[in-house]
């Protein structure tokens, strides 16, 4: 009976540690809490918000440093051309700058006789007394009158300023007798006249102006006169 009381009492001190050591108390359990994804993203972007903010308080702001404005300058209107240094402005000449002069008649004076039809040659010396020179190309043209079938002289070089020349027109008597005169006048290239006005008259006559009848060499042939009859 003895061991029996043993055998009982080790058993019960067996049941007694293992109770408490498996039964020594209930283990606290901690919930784990759900989390909610867009609370999630919600906290960053807010996170990031206040990140950007503290940085840009922290930042020093530059100032921009104040600029000169320039006030327009008033337009001014120039009343003559300006040039480069060292440019010469070309002067246009004017018609005051041209000047002619008669200064003798070399061929066919005044009143020169002349016949019908006679084919002659008037020859003026004139003088460039302006203070511009002739270009080549101006012209001698007729102005009024009787022209003679002269044409226009045209300048075949220039003559300068001081200088004289002389001017020959190929001219035609006219046909009828009497006195003829034409006038003639020098121009510009452009046909603007300047300077004095020269002319050429010649005496036209009939057959008197040809002196006497020219001797052919045939002897004159007398003309009989007719005996009365008795």
């Given at each position: 009976?003895?061991?029996?009381?043993?055998?009982?009492?080790?058993?019960?001190?067996?049941?007694?540690?293992?109770?408490?050591?498996?039964?020594?108390?209930?283990?606290?359990?901690?919930?784990?809490?759900?989390?909610?994804?867009?609370?999630?993203?919600?906290?960053?972007?807010?996170?990031?918000?206040?990140?950007?903010?503290?940085?840009?308080?922290?930042?020093?702001?530059?100032?921009?440093?104040?600029?000169?404005?320039?006030?327009?300058?008033?337009?001014?209107?120039?009343?003559?051309?300006?040039?480069?240094?060292?440019?010469?402005?070309?002067?246009?000449?004017?018609?005051?700058?041209?000047?002619?002069?008669?200064?003798?008649?070399?061929?066919?004076?005044?009143?020169?006789?002349?016949?019908?039809?006679?084919?002659?040659?008037?020859?003026?010396?004139?003088?460039?007394?302006?203070?511009?020179?002739?270009?080549?190309?101006?012209?001698?043209?007729?102005?009024?009158?009787?022209?003679?079938n002269g044409t226009t002289f045209t300048l075949p070089q220039s003559v300068a300023a001081n200088a004289e020349t002389e001017i020959s027109v190929a001219m035609t008597a006219p046909a009828t007798a009497g006195t003829a005169r034409g006038n003639w006048r020098m121009s510009t290239a452009g046909g603007q006249f300047f300077g004095d006005e020269v002319y050429v008259v010649?005496?036209?006559?009939?057959?008197?102006?040809?002196?006497?009848?020219?001797?052919?060499?045939?002897?004159?042939?007398?003309?009989?006169?007719?005996?009365?009859?008795?």
């Amino acid at each position: 009976m003895k061991v029996k009381t043993s055998a009982l009492t080790m058993a019960f001190m067996i049941l007694s540690l293992l109770s408490s050591a498996c039964g020594g108390g209930e283990a606290k359990v901690t919930a784990t809490p759900t989390l909610d994804p867009k609370a999630i993203e919600t906290n960053a972007v807010a996170t990031f918000a206040s990140g950007l903010t503290q940085t840009a308080l922290a930042a020093p702001t530059e100032t921009p440093a104040p600029t000169n404005t320039i006030a327009p300058l008033p337009t001014l209107r120039l009343l003559t051309t300006i040039t480069s240094p060292g440019t010469i402005v070309p002067i246009n000449p004017t018609a005051s700058c041209y000047a002619m002069s008669f200064v003798a008649d070399i061929s066919i004076p005044d009143n020169t006789p002349m016949t019908p039809g006679q084919a002659f040659t008037k020859t003026w010396k004139v003088k460039n007394t302006g203070s511009c020179a002739w270009d080549a190309g101006f012209k001698f043209a007729f102005t009024g009158g009787n022209a003679m079938n002269g044409t226009t002289f045209t300048l075949p070089q220039s003559v300068a300023a001081n200088a004289e020349t002389e001017i020959s027109v190929a001219m035609t008597a006219p046909a009828t007798a009497g006195t003829a005169r034409g006038n003639w006048r020098m121009s510009t290239a452009g046909g603007q006249f300047f300077g004095d006005e020269v002319y050429v008259v010649i005496l036209v006559g009939g057959a008197a102006a040809t002196g006497a009848a020219t001797n052919t060499g045939i002897p004159a042939t007398e003309t009989p006169t007719s005996t009365p009859t008795p």
